[in-house]
């Protein structure tokens, strides 16, 4: 019977590591995930002006929202990579967390006042870029009211 008992405390230390290096490994992955691409705040029938001033109201957010996750992040790093290893991955990914925390907060204040993030496809932002100011804000007005570039460019340049 004593020959078990070392068994199952050397298995259980062994699960009890693996499980702190799977989470770590899930933390730097988490940590390296691509930031989303340009967006639009979206809300039917608002205009960019409403979308403006509800980003304006929000903005404040952002700061508070990276203090948080960072500090959060530091809190608990020690349960899934140690004393060590946690805070020395935290340190290392800090700049990506306080981005995640600030834009998370700011969509967080603009998901209660009504708007969702819209992602921007990779022909809207080459249009935007291609665009004088004038084109560009009648397209931004046209995305946040819930549009999209084919439907603008049929409504706006048809003949």
Partial sequence: MTLHMPLLSVTSTVRRVARKWSFLGLGLLAACA???GPS???QAGKSLDDAKAA???CAPQGPIGARQNLTASYWFSPL???IIVGPLTIAATAEHIREN???NAVDKCLVDQGYTRRELTADEIKFLNQSDAYVRELFLEHLVAGGNLVAFERDTFAN
């Fill in 34 to 36: 691509e930031a989303p």
């Fill in 40 to 42: 639009v705040p979206f």
């Fill in 55 to 57: 980003f304006e109201l």
């Fill in 80 to 82: 899934w990579g140690g």
């Fill in 101 to 103: 925390g600030a834009r």
